[in-house]
């Protein structure tokens, strides 16, 4: 496994997401790693009578071609410290199924994963999305517990070495 050829760190675009992938972005600069950036977008469910006011159709490109463009930019930002970086792109209803399928597809060695540490009722009624991976992927998972409080680093400010800038 090490070192890993391909680095996956999903992005949700959450300040948690981001302290993970600079994690990433410093490990795949170590060991010169590619980078797989993914984020989810949520299935829309079709509405039970056409509307002419909203369009399931149109309002998931819009979610997919922002979130390619904001990808799009991250990679553009990581990829000027040396990091090569492919991003993708999905629409699933079970986000950690669908980070599972995107890791095989793109023979991911190692994923980078944020999780805030839900605890509680909380995770025992909506589950974990890092928990899932953690249980299922077929390659090594690095968790990231990040606690609330904490605020992330924009991986911009990061050097091709991972320190700050």
């Known amino acids: 496994m090490l070192p890993p050829k391909v680095i996956m760190s999903p992005v949700d675009f959450s300040g948690h997401s981001e302290t993970a992938l600079n994690a990433a972005v410093e490990l795949a600069s170590c060991?010169?790693?590619?980078?797989?950036?993914?984020?989810?977008v949520p299935?829309?469910?079709?509405?039970?009578?056409?509307?002419?006011?909203?369009?399931?159709r149109e309002y998931e490109e819009q979610l997919h071609e922002d979130a390619q463009k904001r990808l799009d930019e991250l990679a553009k930002k990581i990829g000027k410290g040396g990091v090569v970086v492919k991003s993708v792109v999905a629409t699933a209803n079970?986000?950690?199924m669908e980070l599972l399928r995107a890791a095989e597809h793109n023979n991911v060695d190692l994923i980078v994963i944020a999780t805030h540490g839900m605890t509680g009722w909380r995770k025992l009624a909506f589950g974990?999305?890092?928990?899932?991976?953690?249980r299922l992927a077929t390659c090594p998972v690095l968790v990231m517990r990040i606690h609330?409080?904490?605020e992330a680093v924009d991986p911009v400010k990061r050097d091709s070495v991972g320190a700050s800038r």
Not at 31 to 40: P, Q
Not at 43 to 56: D, M, Q, T, V
Not at 128 to 134: C, M, N, P, T, Y
Request: charged residues 25%; aromatic residues 6%.
């Open 148 to 150: 609330a409080e904490e």
């Open 128 to 134: 974990s999305v890092a928990e899932k991976v953690v």
């Open 94 to 96: 079970d986000v950690s």
């Open 43 to 56: 299935a829309i469910p079709k509405l039970p009578s056409p509307s002419k006011i909203f369009s399931e």
């Open 31 to 40: 060991f010169r790693s590619e980078i797989c950036l993914v984020h989810v």
